[in-house]
Nanobody
Framework: QVQLVESGGGLVQPGGSLRLSCAAS????????MGWYRQAPGKQRELVAG???????NYADSVKGRFTISRDNAKNTVYLQMNSLKPDDTGVYYC????????????????WGQGTQVTVSS
């Protein structure tokens, strides 16, 4: 069974930086799209950034120029570098894999991590 484990969240002051990591483990042959979502208290989960296997990226307008998503296909890991953090960036950040191919050549869809809390506050 494939699992996603996020790390790197925490408390940071406005203007600060954090780097989130998400490692996928299990019988994985290859991973297609990966992304980061966040959910603030009382709000719906929203896409923050996504990246294809080939490295094409997309970002929510609210984080463009401040956040950078990247991935290491050899390590089945996706990262989110967050700079110039604002209080509005506070929330639980979730890693997502849209689809992957297992070693057994089966396809799994829409896999989520457990989430990591990011709090931006002075």
């Amino acid at each position: 069974q494939v699992q996603l484990v996020e790390s790197g969240g925490g408390l940071v002051q406005p203007g600060g930086s954090l780097r989130l990591s998400c490692a996928a483990s299990g019988s994985i042959f290859s991973i297609n799209g990966m992304g980061w979502y966040r959910q603030a208290p009382g709000k719906q989960r929203e896409l923050v950034a996504g990246i294809t296997r080939g490295g094409s990226t997309n970002y929510a307008d609210s984080v463009k120029g401040r956040f950078t998503i990247s991935r290491d296909n050899a390590k089945n890991t996706v990262y989110l570098q967050m700079n110039s953090l604002k209080p509005d960036d506070t929330g639980v950040y979730y890693c997502n894999v849209d689809s992957l191919l297992t070693v057994a050549r089966t396809v799994e869809y829409d896999i989520w991590g457990q989430g990591t809390q990011v709090t931006v506050s002075s």
